[in-house]
Every structure is written in C-alpha cells, then in structure tokens.
C-alpha cells in the first residue's frame, strides 16, 4: 500500500501561518472528533472519564463531534490498523482546514506494542501529519486536558517525540553485584521497565545503579539514601526522578536491612513536588 501524500489544497490550508490564526480562533472554544483506528478502548475509556463534570473540560470550550466535518481537532486513537487506514484518511479529508491532529496514547503516538506488527502501519504520524502528542497506555484524563491545551497554544509542549530505530536492546553489563546477590540487579532492572517501559527503563536501571554505587559503601542505607537524593535533585525530568525514588523504595530494603527512615519520600522538598507534575 502506498504512503498517503496529503493534498496540495490540503497542505497549503494547514501551513503554519494557517493553523496559528485557527488557534486565535478557537482558543474559547472548540470542537473535538474521535478516530478509534484499532486501540484496545483504554483510551476511550480515558477520554469518556475527561469529559465528565469530574473534570469539566468545557470550562476550556471542549467539545466532543459527531462528525468530522465539524471538527477542529482530530483525536486518533491506536495503532493504525489496515482496516483503519482509508477510514482515517476520509475523517482527515473531512474535517475544515486547518485543523489540529492530536496522535493520543501509546499507540497512536507510535504504534505501542503493536508497532512491528504485519497488521498495522504504526502510529497516526506514519499516515498524516500530527501536531499534538499526548502519551500514556493509557493517557490520564489530567493527561488529555493538558495535551489539549497544548494543541491549542494555551501551554509550551515540552515533551518531544523521540524515535529509536537504531536501539540495539542491549543493556549494561553487571560484571558484580553492588550489594553481593546479583539478584538485585535484575531485580531493579524489573521494576525499572515495569515503571519506565523497556527503552526509558534501562535508562533509569542504570541512572539507579549509579547513584547507589556513587555512594562508596551500597550496603549502607543512609548512604545510599544520601546518593539517590542528589542525583533526584539532578534530574530535569521530573518522571526520572520520581521513579528513581519509587525503584529504590521498592527494591533495595529486599536486599539490605533497612528502616522507614532509610526509604525516600516522594513527595519531600528534595522531590520537587514531583507527582503533582507528573499528574499534570
């Protein structure tokens, strides 16, 4: 199947220029449609919690459509999906120039878990153009509300895409455990993916047993405590050093005798407020 080339009408109409003076338009309101293109419905469970009176979007002028032709911003939802793939370009097609195409969840960021599959083309990037990301499996209605307000202007996206194509899989060698039971290792590597997903989970795995061996002596809790901390406050993202705090708390006191005292409050000043960002 050949990649969709977008209308010359259609590209001149949702040029920059086109799309900021759209934004000035529908900043006090605006009207969302919905293309589910394969997702499991963990994401539209999502977006049907977002548009309750719990979080009452409409105080931002959020509106779902019936059509798409009624549409400022698109929401596509899943891995696209071979079936998916002309029913998606008709909804694209349809909807007024400009418009806003917001990639939502896991999957229609990037494919998800599904992105090497025979049956589906990735995510909504892989088929037309998309302005907004709004990651998750499956995004938190604080999530979509956020994410919306970005694809309107209201707030700086600071979170990019990141692609790895060129990942080669392979993690760092443990040559002797830190704590005498290689266990541990594998242990917080574990709870590293469970927490971060595979990629970013080696990377906080390793960002983790740096810290603990940073502190001279990794049997020694108050240490190692001590160690974490600075390396929490080091961290720009606020998702590293969250799950840097959640990782040590869940894993090391298995390994090393400790106390309360020796664990890591998440929510402390060395913290940064921390969950309230990553809840927003």
Same mark, same amino acid.
């Given at each position: 199947?050949?990649?969709?080339?977008?209308? #010359? @009408?259609?590209?001149?109409?949702? @040029?920059?220029?086109?799309?900021?003076?759209?934004?000035?338009?529908?900043?006090?309101?605006?009207?969302?449609?919905?293309?589910?293109?394969?997702?499991?419905?963990?994401?539209?469970?999502?977006?049907?919690?977002?548009? /309750?009176?719990?979080?009452?979007?409409?105080?931002?002028?959020?509106?779902?459509?019936?059509?798409?032709?009624?549409?400022?911003?698109?929401?596509?939802?899943?891995?696209?999906?071979?079936?998916?793939?002309?029913?998606?370009?008709?909804?694209? #097609?349809?909807?007024?120039?400009?418009?806003?195409?917001?990639?939502?969840?896991?999957?229609?960021?990037?494919?998800?878990?599904?992105?090497?599959?025979?049956?589906?083309?990735?995510?909504?990037?892989?088929?037309?153009?998309?302005?907004?990301?709004?990651?998750?499996?499956?995004?938190?209605?604080?999530?979509?509300?956020?994410?919306?307000?970005?694809?309107?202007?209201?707030?700086?996206?600071?979170?990019?895409?990141?692609? $790895?194509?060129?990942?080669?899989?392979?993690?760092?060698?443990?040559?002797?455990?830190?704590?005498?039971?290689?266990?541990?290792?594998?242990?917080?590597?574990?709870?590293?993916?469970?927490?971060?997903?595979?990629? $970013?989970?080696?990377?906080?795995?390793?960002k983790y047993?740096?810290?603990?061996?940073?502190?001279?002596?990794?049997?020694?809790?108050?240490?190692v405590k001590?160690?974490?901390?600075?390396?929490?406050?080091?961290?720009?993202?606020?998702? $590293?050093a969250e799950?840097?705090?959640?990782?040590?708390?869940?894993?090391?006191?298995?390994?090393?005798?400790? /106390?309360?005292?020796?664990?890591?409050?998440?929510?402390?000043?060395?913290?940064?407020?921390?969950?309230?960002?990553?809840?927003?």
């Amino acid at each position: 199947m050949s990649t969709y080339i977008v209308p #010359e @009408d259609i590209a001149k109409a949702n @040029d920059l220029e086109a799309k900021l003076a759209h934004l000035g338009r529908i900043k006090r309101s605006f009207s969302v449609y919905r293309v589910d293109c394969g997702s499991c419905n963990g994401c539209e469970i999502e977006i049907f919690a977002a548009i /309750t009176p719990m979080w009452d979007p409409e105080r931002f002028g959020f509106k779902l459509v019936a059509s798409p032709r009624h549409a400022d911003i698109i929401i596509v939802s899943g891995p696209i999906t071979r079936q998916m793939y002309y029913p998606l370009l008709r909804a694209y #097609e349809a909807a007024p120039d400009p418009k806003i195409v917001v990639a939502f969840g896991a999957c229609g960021s990037s494919g998800g878990i599904f992105h090497d599959s025979y049956a589906v083309h990735g995510g909504a990037d892989k088929v037309i153009p998309v302005d907004v990301y709004i990651p998750g499996c499956p995004p938190h209605p604080a999530s979509i509300i956020y994410g919306l307000a970005m694809g309107l202007g209201i707030l700086e996206q600071k979170l990019q895409k990141i692609d $790895f194509k060129d990942d080669s899989g392979e993690i760092f060698e443990v040559k002797e455990s830190l704590v005498g039971n290689i266990l541990f290792e594998r242990d917080a590597l574990a709870k590293a993916k469970w927490l971060m997903s595979y990629i $970013f989970g080696r990377e906080l795995c390793s960002k983790y047993l740096t810290a603990v061996n940073d502190s001279g002596d990794a049997k020694n809790p108050q240490k190692v405590k001590k160690s974490l901390q600075d390396a929490i406050a080091r961290q720009k993202d606020p998702r $590293f050093a969250e799950c840097l705090a959640l990782l040590h708390n869940d894993v090391y006191p298995k390994y090393v005798n400790t /106390t309360k005292d020796d664990l890591i409050d998440v929510v402390s000043p060395n913290a940064k407020e921390l969950v309230w960002k990553l809840r927003w």
